[in-house]
Nanobody, 123 residues
Framework: DVQLVESGGDSVQAGGDLTPRCTAS????????VGWFRQAPGKQREAVGI???????RYKGRRNDRFRVWKENVDNRLNLEILNLMPDDSAMYFC??????????????????WGQGTQVTVS
């Protein structure tokens, strides 16, 4: 059973940092592609960063400048650190998983399982 539960979203001021977390079921965490996506109002959902079962991380565009995705084996967590938050970072942030056995994609169509999301608002 695939379970993804996000937490850690908040309302913060620009320039601050935030670390949303995703807790996954064990099989999902160990075997699946898992990643972070975000969707701002009126915009398409887009990847932030994804990781394969080995923990290798890929980022969308230049997001590794202020974003860091990593796996934390305690509690099967996938973490997303966002540094120097900007108002444009305001979005619902989602954790997603894919059972793909090939390359872990960076498009939301590549992912079959989604959490409920955690809201990040930057003012």
């Amino acid at each position: 059973d695939v379970q993804l539960v996000e937490s850690g979203g908040d309302s913060v001021q620009a320039g601050g940092d935030l670390t949303p977390r995703c807790t996954a079921s064990e099989l999902t965490y160990r075997k699946y592609c898992v990643g972070w996506f975000r969707q701002a109002p009126g915009k398409q959902r887009e990847a932030v960063g994804i990781t394969d079962s080995w923990g290798t991380v890929r980022y969308k565009g230049r997001r590794n400048d202020r974003f860091r995705v990593w796996k934390e084996n305690v509690d099967n967590r996938l973490n997303l650190e966002i540094l120097n938050l900007m108002p444009d970072d305001s979005a619902m942030y989602f954790c997603a998983a894919s059972s793909s056995t090939t390359t872990c994609g960076l498009e939301d169509d590549d992912y079959q399982y989604w959490g409920q999301g955690t809201q990040v608002t930057v003012s």
